[in-house]
């Protein structure tokens, strides 16, 4: 990894009725970033709000899709290619049903698992990017995919959010400022 610029996409819908949605829980991870960051979003020619700083000695560009979630790709390959920013410097922070609510992974690579976002971005860039998988956990009994990643999270769930939506960001923190780990 020879690049010193990051792009990390917080995948999520616009506008305040999914601001709080399981399936919002990248762009939660973008918007900690970002305050820490002390950056603000503004809007980009990429149909993206991006927002950029330094983590370490890395230039980081922030974004989030003015666009749904399921149309990720374009606003993502758009703003990589006008910073000039390879794939394997891409750091997309998403919602795993397959993995259970508070765990939160790192992965290079991979599949899509189902993931509209993530399709879409493979579509558009191919899949040799790193993700932060953050575990919402599987629907309970027969309610449908799509119904469970458009709700808020759960009462229960959002005693611990805050918390878990730091160590996120922590993890984008130790991938960038820790190189061995993205090779």
């Known amino acids: 990894m020879s690049n010193s610029v990051y792009l990390i996409a917080g995948l999520g819908n616009p506008g305040p009725s999914y601001q709080h949605n399981r399936h919002n ?5 973008v ?17 993206a709000f991006i927002a950029e700083g330094k983590i370490g000695s890395s230039k980081v560009v922030l974004l989030k899709s003015l666009g749904f979630m399921n149309l990720s790709g374009n606003p993502v390959s758009q703003v990589a290619k006008f910073f000039d920013i390879p794939t394997d410097s891409l750091i ?3 919602d795993e049903l397959d993995i ?9 690579s991979g599949g899509h698992a189902g ?4 399709r879409d971005i ?15 956990g599987r629907p309970p009994g027969s309610m449908e995919v799509a119904e469970f990643v ?3 999270f759960s009462s229960t769930e959002k005693k611990e959010l805050d918390v878990l939506i730091a160590i996120a960001a922590d993890q984008v923190e ?10």
């Open 150 to 152: 458009l709700q808020n």
């Open 100 to 108: 259970p609510f508070g765990d939160i992974r790192t992965k290079f």
């Open 122 to 136: 493979i579509k558009y860039l191919g899949n040799d990017f790193h993700r932060i998988r953050f575990g919402i």
């Open 25 to 29: 829980i990248g762009q939660m991870v």
């Open 31 to 47: 918007d900690e970033l970002a305050s820490r960051l002390g950056s603000k979003f503004k809007t980009h020619k990429s149909l």
């Open 115 to 118: 993931h509209n976002g993530l």
């Open 174 to 183: 130790k991938l960038i400022s820790e190189p061995k780990i993205l090779e």
């Open 92 to 94: 997309v922070i998403h």
